[in-house]
């Protein structure tokens, strides 16, 4: 049984006041371990970015706690949550929430390293190798966003998540937005990813489908709970909450095992 790298425990995000107030996070706890990916599927509304924020400590729970390698990091602040942030990353569903238009993909790349301490040489040299590992040719590195296919840069996004090697990296719909011939190429790169670099990931997604093939274990959520959780092919094939059963039978025949 390989160490917990990520521990959520009663997680609770509430938004608003009074008869206004939505409960986005109920009390959810999960663990993840180190190297592996989780699955986290649901609709679009049930929680999963919220989940996805609190967990990066990009906003501070209305209550519950996050634990990564063994240390609470819920309470972190000033220089031990920037070198906490290090550690860990985040792809959006759209890649140009990540990379500003009038950047080089190479400063866009560059930017986590920079907040690294990587020195100039080293940031030139990380930027071409990251570039490679996502299969993009190195010449990219002086060319804008606007150049590139969508799924392209969706791959300069990963690139960008990956340069300065963080330990665990959240998938937030990281394919939803592009073409399905697409979508299949950017999972195996981000499979063969992991395997290269031990990377632990939550992938985040509405498509059971999608994630049935890249996650080791697969959470669902609904309405802001956890209702689900088990391997892909238990979730798949053996779904014991109503929500789950409903959200297999809304996926084509095509998809299900
Ligand atoms: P998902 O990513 O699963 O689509 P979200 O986490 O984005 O769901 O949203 C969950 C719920 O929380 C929704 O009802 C949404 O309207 C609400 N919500 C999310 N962010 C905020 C916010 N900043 N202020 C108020 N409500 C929010
Ligand atoms: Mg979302």
Redesign the pocket.
């Known amino acids: 049984m390989s160490e917990i790298l990520l521990r959520v425990n009663g997680l609770t995000q509430r938004?608003?006041h009074g008869e206004h107030a939505?409960t986005?996070l109920d009390h959810v706890s999960l663990d993840i371990r180190r190297g592996e990916t989780l699955g986290l599927v649901?609709e679009?509304?049930?929680?999963?970015?919220?989940l996805a924020r609190a967990i990066l400590l990009l906003r501070r729970p209305t209550s519950g706690s996050i634990e990564f390698d063994g240390t609470d990091v819920t309470g972190l602040r000033g220089r031990a949550l920037r070198q906490h942030r290090r550690r860990v990353q985040l792809v959006f569903q759209d890649p140009n929430d990540s990379l500003d238009p009038r950047f080089t993909i190479e400063r866009s790349i560059a930017e986590p390293l920079v907040a690294a301490g990587y020195g100039r040489a080293d940031r030139r040299r990380r930027v071409i190798e990251s570039l490679e590992q996502v299969g993009l040719p190195s010449d990219a590195a002086v060319r804008y966003p606007h150049e590139f296919s969508g799924g392209q840069r969706q791959r300069v996004a990963i690139a960008r998540a990956m340069a300065a090697k963080p330990e665990f990296v959240v998938l937030d719909e990281p394919t939803s937005a592009l073409d399905v011939s697409v979508q299949a190429q950017v999972l195996n790169l981000l499979v063969r990813l992991q395997e290269e670099t031990g990377v632990t990931y939550l992938f985040i997604t509405h498509n059971l489908s999608v994630v049935h093939h890249l996650a080791h274990r697969v959470a669902v959520m609904h309405d802001g709970r956890l209702v689900e959780e088990g391997t892909g092919e238990q979730v798949m094939t053996a779904p014991e909450h109503p929500y789950t059963q409903g959200l297999l039978e809304s996926m084509p025949v095509l998809y299900r095992t």
């Open positions: 938004f608003g939505v986005a649901g679009s509304g049930s929680g999963k970015s919220t």
